[in-house]
């Protein structure tokens, strides 16, 4: 398996807290991602990153901001929670981001806002 | 319209049966397609990339037809092992090179 570390594995956090999740990879891959899973949508791309430094939105990235400042750490913040943002977050990782790379995806966190 | 459709199913099949799944996909510009497994509760892992020509992998078949803009998966002699969500997934291609999933096919092979 990839080794792909996400902490915390489950969060519960109440509405207007801010919140940062974190992925860990041991891989050296350059590209990460991170995602969100909703019951009855397909993964949707929050933010991506494809290098130190380098970061750029995805499809649902309002109210979410991100930081790489090393090449296997990619942090997600959710700035002020709101209840919509309940769901599974995951993390991806890809070595260079080509169309037919693969992605490999860390164990998910699981984020309440009450 | 969703850009990628998938039936949610779930798909009940005994086991040794064949089962098949289609997805459909609206970017006529898409550049390539994977299928992705994902048990319940964890993480999604990459099944098989999908090719023009079609492609096999043991008991899994993937076919590509561009002209319609579909793809499937058909599993031969399913085994309880293969109870899970089978997501889609088609590259768009361009800048940042999106992926977009589809929801998902649940599928459940009972003894």
């Known amino acids: 398996d990839a080794g792909i570390t996400q902490s915390p594995r489950h969060k519960v956090t109440e509405t207007g807290t801010p919140v940062t999740l974190r992925c860990h990879q041991t891989e050296n891959h350059r590209y990460m991602y991170w995602y969100r899973q909703d019951p009855g949508h397909g993964l949707r791309l929050i933010h991506y990153?494809?290098?130190?430094?380098?970061?750029d939105k995805g499809e649902v990235s309002d109210g979410y901001s991100v930081s790489r400042s090393k090449t296997e750490d990619f942090l997600l913040t959710l700035e002020s929670a709101t209840s919509s943002q309940t769901s599974v977050y995951f993390c991806?990782?890809?070595?260079?981001?080509?169309?037919?790379?693969?992605?490999?995806f860390g164990s998910g966190t699981q984020l309440s806002v009450l | 319209r969703k850009e990628v459709e998938q039936d949610p199913g779930p798909f009940n099949v005994p086991e040794g049966a064949t089962v098949a799944f289609n997805c459909t996909y609206s970017?006529?510009?898409?550049?390539?397609f994977f299928w992705y497994r994902q048990d319940c509760r964890k993480e999604p892992k990459l099944l098989m990339s999908v090719y023009s020509s079609g492609n096999e992998d043991g008991r899994f078949t993937a076919q590509l037809n561009r002209a319609s803009q579909y793809i499937s998966l058909l599993i031969r002699d399913s085994k309880l092992s293969d109870s899970a969500t089978y997501l889609c997934v088609v590259n768009e291609g361009g800048y940042g090179n999106k992926l977009v999933f589809g929801a998902g096919t649940i599928l459940r092979v009972k003894s």
């Open positions: 990153s494809y290098g130190v430094k380098d970061t």
């Open positions: 991806a990782i890809s070595e260079s981001g080509g169309i037919n790379e693969k992605l490999f």
């Open positions: 970017n006529s510009a898409s550049q390539s």
